[in-house]
């Protein structure tokens, strides 16, 4: 059997930059456990696999030791290879998974993904949150993910986590983040327990950061770095309960997988 993929880069209008994903679109499900080892063969991020199911696409994200239930990135670079390989007739798409429904429009060369908000509740500030990150923080939230507010971009940029550590913690992975000197706010994405020490440009973890930022600015459009080593721009925007994350990509690779 031979599987087509693609590799795209998300959250980048040129190739090297945002966030790299592996995009295979099924006419029917692989056994979970050959597309985790599928995950784990390309060694990325986020391995994505959908499957058309009516009018919607069924989408699942798997990292190379387990699948997700959310990735932005990936949705983001489906859309991009439904659109532009596979030449889907639409303007959006809509896709189906375990966090329920997800959408994706073409404005242009720009994509924009519609997320669930999701309002990140007080944690408080421990030392075992701070040793592990080893920063000093402003203030620490959670969701799914550990959410730690620091001073500065600086500090942001500085941060050098204790891995072993972070992924003791109760948390898929931490975000944190900032205030921006030239975006309104900066971000990075540590998820050692799920097999990812830094994640590129992370879509999903805006769903916290957009509602957050939004309330404390004052404001319902925002622009968003993430300032990982390959780093990624991110247009935001909080309508009601949903955000709306805008991104470009960009397709690096495409190939064939031979299986038996």
């Not at 063969?41 to 997700?68: D, K, S, Y």
């Not at 948390?171 to 050692?192: K, N």
Request: charged letters at 20%.
């Amino acid at each position: 059997m031979q599987l087509a993929f693609h590799q795209v880069d998300a959250f980048s209008d040129r190739p090297f930059g945002g966030n790299p994903a592996m995009v295979y679109r099924l006419d029917a499900w692989l056994a979970d456990e050959l597309m985790q080892k599928i995950a784990a063969e390309h060694n990325l991020a986020e391995t994505a696999f959908v499957v058309r199911e009516g009018q919607a696409w069924h989408i699942r994200w798997f990292t190379p030791t387990t699948e997700v239930p959310l990735c932005g990135h990936a949705t983001l670079a489906t859309a991009y290879v439904l659109f532009e390989i596979y030449k889907e007739p639409v303007e959006r798409l809509d896709f189906l998974c375990k966090s329920g429904p997800l959408s994706v429009s073409r404005e242009g060369d720009r994509l924009w993904l519609d997320f669930p908000a999701i309002e990140p509740s007080e944690v408080g500030v421990t030392l075992d949150v701070e040793r592990a990150l080893g920063v000093e923080a402003v203030d620490v939230l959670g969701s799914n993910e550990l959410f730690v507010v620091l001073e500065s971009e600086q500090a942001v940029l500085e941060c050098q986590p204790d891995m072993v550590a972070l992924a003791k913690l109760p948390w898929l992975g931490a975000i944190v983040t900032a205030r921006g000197s030239q975006h309104d706010f900066v971000s990075r994405y540590f998820a050692p327990a799920i097999g990812i020490n830094e994640d590129p440009v992370t879509g999903s973890t805006h769903c916290s950061l957009i509602p957050y930022w939004s309330k404390r600015l004052g404001k319902s459009s925002l622009m968003a770095y993430q300032c990982s080593k390959r780093g990624g721009a991110l247009f935001c925007r909080l309508e009601g309960d949903r955000v709306k994350i805008g991104g470009n990509a960009t397709l690096v690779a495409s190939g064939t997988l031979t299986l038996g």
